[in-house]
């Protein structure tokens, strides 16, 4: 028997929420922290009679994201209504978009290994979010809070072809919506989810196989391992002389499996037809160039002015614009400080080891007080060890480092006259090391520095005591 080499081949779907402050279709509030059904309303509880009303917003935000995914926007779209039934859809269909969505035809650039490739986008298009369902012991539960919150689904070709491809797509997908302003991106919360289609063919064959939908997974990681698990389990059927099933399969993040929901032949006949309540959505092209003068620098963009700029390693120009506040953050530090390399350095060591990448931007340590920080060590006034430590207190009080210096004295002693003092105390009272020293044990130098930087405190400049050092045991030779 010839062993069979195989190929996976994945598309993905995401349904990201829209950061509006309304819904979709209604003037509810979109507010996550919110008691159940606070936010609702005769339309988006589906009480009949009502008319949807789109929000602008919601259309804007879509094309923000269809421009910068390099899709075609389409000056007419079509709303249709989703047939099924569900208690979270109280209207007993969704409204979403079917073959006149808003977008169509863009790609999206990834990078794995060091290598850029190109996954097409098929299309985004707009539609409203169901509420959740909630299951107690005895009764279930409704909440329409989430109901017509704007959705956009973006749907790719079957242009991935492995998980760690998928993930590095996902992640691009995620910090693009992230730096327009259109989606939170918190997965935990659901505004950004997932469903990976994953087939397997033997690698010389053209068609593609029959894949499997692996639904609602809220995680890059098991993004991953879902997708992991399925190449192998697909290739072990077909090894097994059977077929795959077309399938929708659930992720089980404690057994590290999926395992099948429904088949093909219980799928929903969705009986889509055009939304009549809703005229088709007119998007004049004079409005998209609007749109498009608006677009911030992106991610990718980005980095690659930092590296040119600020002469930065792709790495840390790619750790510093993984967000945009942070990227920001350092922009900020630099005008302060005006050394790209040492504010790059302290922003990914201190900065992100206390508050990570989302966070650093908005924590005590304002970006003007860590260049002033760095300002101090650039001039001299303080040593790096130094700096360290009043970081530590930015980080506890967010004080401004001048005033923590101030009140701990921590001012960089330069003084020559106090520094040949500290030394020759040092010498003094190492005698014996001194002329262990002196009878060759060069290596003790570093000790006597060490021992000048005790007596200060930590506040003598370095530079001066090994200067200072080296004369003083010259001498005394
Ligand atoms: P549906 O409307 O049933 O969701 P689509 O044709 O719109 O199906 O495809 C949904 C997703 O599945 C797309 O991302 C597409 O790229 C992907 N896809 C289609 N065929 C395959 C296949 N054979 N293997 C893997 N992914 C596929
Ligand atoms: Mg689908
Ligand atoms: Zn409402």
Redesign the pocket.
Known sequence: MKDTTYEP?????VHAQLKTQSKIFCGCSTKFDAKENEFTCPVCTGMPGCLPVLNKKAVEFSVKMALATHCQVNERSIFARKNYFYPDLPKGYQISQYDQPLAQKGHVEIQVDGQTKKIRL?RIHMEEDAGKNIHGTISSYVNLNRAGIPLIEI????DVRSSQEAGAYLRELRSMLRYLEVCDGNMEEGSFRCDV???VKPIEQKE????C?VKNINSFRFVEKAIEYEIQRQIEVLEGGAKVIQETRLWDSDQNKTFSMRSKEEAHDYRYFPEPDLLPLRVAPAWVEEIKRTLPELAKQKKERFMKMYQLSSYDASLLVQEKSLAQYFESVIEICKEPKLASNWILSELLREFGPEQGATSPVTPQHLGELLALIVKGTISGKIAKQIFEKMVQTGQAPQAIVQKEGLIQVSDVAQIEAWVEEVLKEQKAFVDKYHAGQTKLFGFFVGEVMKKSHGKANPAKVNETLKKKLVKGA
Do not use: A, Q
């Open positions: 081949v994945i598309g993905l779907e098929h749907v790719s070709e079957p289609n994953v087939s593609f196989g029959t894949r939908e």
